[in-house]
């Protein structure tokens, strides 16, 4: 079996791919590979066909900061739309010459030897790649459906947002939608006039909210197009959110934990009451009124933006069923009540494996020096990074998506900013002639220790405030990973200016491993260096 070499393997095509192996041509690496297990670009955008896929960010903040476009047709365009664009984003960076598309890498292997990753790929020989870059994103893999019994026996259809087929008729069928997060909103917007019947199973409520999105005209085109405009706006939205930041992560932690969990639910009790409002706007069914109410607060999962989805449940050919779901059976469904509905099509809208979760991290797929597995660490220490990128025993490798690594207003900025320092130390490896590099452990630990005291008020919110709640904010550990608690100026000076003394830079072996760090009952994780 032979392998291919190449300086920097990048796993994943969508917005990160991108922008990683943007930065890697500026920084004048061009001897890079982009693995994708799909066939194209454009990551979830690709993957995504459902009806009524929109971008939920204004698009002036959902774009490539480096490949801005202006002739947007709405304020939140369609999913065909982004898709096209990541698409010519690639394309104008002439990286299809770099893609490998049906590349699904099942295991990344460090090779101390040859102080090389060797990345195994589903039906293709191995690719040895001196540096990773992990860019396989946030929304990959959907949470399996066997948490809901009796699936594999029913005779109708059964579809997911991220595997839709587009070629089904819904119009004149009976549909489930399980699940009230983003798409199933979205979907439900989209069909319910088309279909005979429209059942949605609510689990959680959302806090579902007006979307302002509007058209944009020509005129308005052409003054996005003006130099510096969309940049500006960019600019303006990502300083309007400096003092937020520096109050949650830096002014409030100074408050007692024991003060703290009672002072933010009054945040909560505000919105809840402008909530009843809307509602009681919205929602003739007063049943409905009640049940769509959350119990947690309006910032522990993440709000929905759609003006469409409560008209939409004012059909009269869409219900909303708040009783739990008992199983799945050969013909519909079956709630805890007894009662059993009838469908055509069961939409599984129950969300995804998050990057926060240790449970969506594999053991064996992983493997630094000496045996180190990844996900083995992560169920045992706890889920967590150096800048939201890097781990002190995986050399060389940096991941796009990491705990506690989002921050900005919109993806593209978060990936930007994971992506600008891994291509910086790669470039400092290079400069220095340097096989490794690799996070020092007294660096992770000072790093992890800062999070943890600058996280006290998301965590004291999502976890404290808003007890027993499951969302991607909060894992199965108890820890409120998703957010950096870190302010958008600090997070872009870390990007360009951390110091590079925090990583080994030599030729040789990598560093010993430091002792596993410990968690404490509460779930947390404890700087143990």
Known sequence: MTSE??????????????????HLKQAGITDFVILERAEDFGGSWRDNVYPGLFVDVPTLFYQFPFARKYDWSRLFPAGTEIQRYNKQVAADLDLYKHFRGGCAVDREMWDDHERVWVLHIAGHDPVRARFVINAVGGYINAKPSGEIPGCAEFSGTILRPNSWD????????????IGTGSSSVQIVSEIFDKARQVDVYQRTPSWILPKPDVELSTRAQQILALPGVTAAINGAALAAMELPLQLICNVLPVL???LLTKLLPQYDKIWRLLYRMLLRAKVE????????????????????????????????TVSLIADPLEQVTAHGIRTTDGVERDYDLIVMATGYELFTAPESYRPGTILGPAGFDLAEDYHR???????????PELPNRWSLVGPQGYVGVSWHTFVDLTARHAVRVISEARKRGATVAQVRADAFGRWTDKMRRHNKVISTYVVDCNPDLRT????????????????????????????????????????????????SNQGRIEAGI
């Open 166 to 177: 587009p070629d089904y008729d819904y119009r004149d069928k009976r549909v489930a939608v």
């Open 256 to 258: 007692p934990r024991t």
């Open 5 to 22: 070499y190449v300086d920097v393997a990048i796993i994943g095509a969508g917005p990160g791919g991108i922008t990683a192996a943007y």
């Open 472 to 519: 991607y904010f909060v894992n199965s550990h108890g820890e409120a990973l998703y957010y950096r608690p870190q302010t958008i100026s600090g997070a872009l000076w870390f990007s360009r200016y951390s110091p590079l003394g925090d990583y080994w830079f030599r030729r040789g072996a990598c560093e010993p491993l430091p002792a596993p760090r410990a968690i």
């Open 285 to 316: 069914n007063p049943a409905d009124r009640r049940a769509l109410v959350p119990s947690y607060g309006i910032l522990a999962k993440r709000p929905i933006l759609s003006s469409s989805f409560l008209t939409a449940l004012a059909s009269p």
């Open 381 to 391: 220490n706890g889920v967590r990074s150096y800048g939201g990128s890097a781990h």
